[in-house]
């Protein structure tokens, strides 16, 4: 039987979750203060903590440096404040989820449900480590063994089997919606739908319909009751795929949904539940979208309660004969006939910096295949590098952009094409400024392929720019 542990120093509260946990599968124990906490755990490690974090005798988060706590018990944290700073760090040090005070018995139950093996007679806890990368760089529905890309597993690993609200950020291409997709059937809520929204896609006339449902005669050509994605999507995952798309009007409704846990249909006064977990994505950098007006600010908040960033192609191009492989081996089985790349091939894709990222990679393997007469793909269907870089050498800075960084216009020599020579003593900042803009300007400033030859995210370049621009304005 697992046993649980309440600490919470409001007794109602505890009295509550008390009640609703206490049965065949769960034993439960309560504390309301830090030291009754610890002589429980002495006593019995719990395999779950619904752990408050304000306590008379001190914080919750005390009880993360405790070995015992973090090797073997499960801890959710229970908070009248789920936007607090200190809940957010407790999910970042792993805490699985939160619960918000007054707690709603259904959320509850959702948590419990996902401690136990489904059908299993002893009640054992879901291992954390369950959907490990195996030997193939393979996790879940994502392929790759970069550093880049185990830091994005580690995160799937440690959210998913919780109910916590996750926001994935990356360029268009980068696999947003598998990483979705995983985060899904890594979960207690594998055996329920998941259901993807592209709120871009849709017109603004229907989206909040599509969304939320309609009743019968709610509005024009209403002839009949409609389910929305909320209500399909009952007990699963709901993906909302670029969210920053979403009509202004209806990221409030959303935002409702988010801090109530419920929703009407379009023409209705009946409230229902939304028995849903919230996946959001953006191909754009929050912030950027907010400031932008196409994002509330208040929105991005609840929606980003535990961000994934998904590496662009070009800072894991060690994976890409990998998933170049994984993409032609299902071509080859899907079309019947099988074929394979050439060493030559293999390398040349990983020199190409790849500005459309995995659905770049994943359509020039199609071609390639199609194009292919034999059983071998070679390179001389598969893009060149230099499609990116060859837009001819690097022209000399202009007189006054190098005297904006305090370098004389006659220290700066091209050597040769493609090279900037700098000085000896020119700072790595001031260096590191003349390139990209001597880049951007070579590229058309063209932003995507600037940052595509420089070898660097989009969001690291707009963050330069924008640095350089505001130090612009302060000397002026």
């Not at 390398?347 to 059983?375: D, F, H, S």
Request: hydrophobic share 40%; net charge negative; aromatic share 6%.
């Amino acid at each position: 039987m697992n046993h649980v542990l309440i600490v919470d120093d409001d007794v109602d509260s505890a009295s509550s979750m008390r009640e609703l946990v206490m049965g065949e599968r769960f034993s439960v124990a309560v504390a309301h203060n830090l030291r009754d906490a610890r002589k429980q755990i002495a006593m019995q490690t719990p395999n779950l903590l619904l752990l408050d974090l304000e306590l008379p005798d001190g914080n919750g988060m005390e009880l993360f440096s405790d070995p015992q706590v973090v090797d073997e018990s499960k801890i959710v944290l229970v908070t009248g404040h789920a936007s607090l700073d200190s809940s957010i760090e407790a999910l970042r040090r792993g805490a699985m989820d939160y619960l918000v005070k007054p707690v709603r018995m259904r959320r509850l139950e959702e948590i419990l449900e996902g401690f136990t093996v489904p059908g299993g007679s002893d009640g054992a806890l879901v291992p954390m480590a369950r959907g490990a990368a195996d030997e193939d760089g393979r996790f879940g529905r994502l392929w790759g063994s970069s550093q880049p890309m185990q830091r994005v597993y580690e995160q799937i690993r440690r959210v998913a089997p919780t109910g916590v609200t996750v926001l994935i950020t990356g360029e268009s291409g980068t696999g947003k919606e598998v990483v979705a997709q995983t985060l899904h059937e890594l979960s207690s809520r594998r055996s329920k739908p998941f259901l993807a929204v592209n709120c871009g896609a849709i017109s603004p006339q229907l989206i909040e319909s599509e969304i939320f449902g309609h009743e019968k005669g709610s509005f024009t050509g209403a002839e009949r009751q409609h389910q929305g994605f909320f209500e399909r999507a009952a007990g699963g995952t709901l993906f909302l795929d670029e969210v920053t798309e979403m009509p202004p009007q209806l990221q409030v409704k959303l935002l409702r949904v988010l801090e109530t846990g419920c929703f009407m249909r379009v023409g209705s006064t009946q409230t229902l539940q939304a028995q849903v977990r919230i996946v959001a994505a953006t191909n754009r950098v929050p912030l950027e979208a907010v400031a932008a007006g196409k994002l509330r600010e208040d929105l991005l908040y609840r929606l980003n309660v535990f961000p994934i960033a998904l590496p662009p192609l070009r800072e894991r191009l060690s994976d890409v004969p990998m998933l170049a492989e994984h993409f032609l081996q299902q071509i080859s089985q899907r079309e019947g006939r099988s074929k394979q790349f050439s060493s030559a091939a293999l390398r040349q894709l990983a020199r190409y910096p790849w500005p459309g990222n995995v659905r770049e990679l994943r359509n020039a393997v199609q071609r390639a295949y199609v194009m292919a007469c034999g059983e071998v793909i070679d390179t001389e269907w598969l893009p060149q590098a230099q499609a990116l870089d060859g837009a001819g050498p690097l022209a000399l800075p202009a007189p006054q952009a190098l005297q904006d960084v305090g370098v004389e216009p006659e220290q700066v020599h091209a050597a040769q094409p493609n090279v900037l020579k700098l000085p000896v003593g020119l700072s790595m900042a001031e260096a590191e400024q003349l390139l990209i803009e001597e880049t951007l300007k070579q590229c058309q400033y063209q932003k995507e392929r600037t940052a595509a030859v420089l070898g660097i995210s989009l969001k690291t370049l707009y963050n330069r720019l924008k640095r350089y621009s505001s130090a612009e304005q302060r000397a002026s």
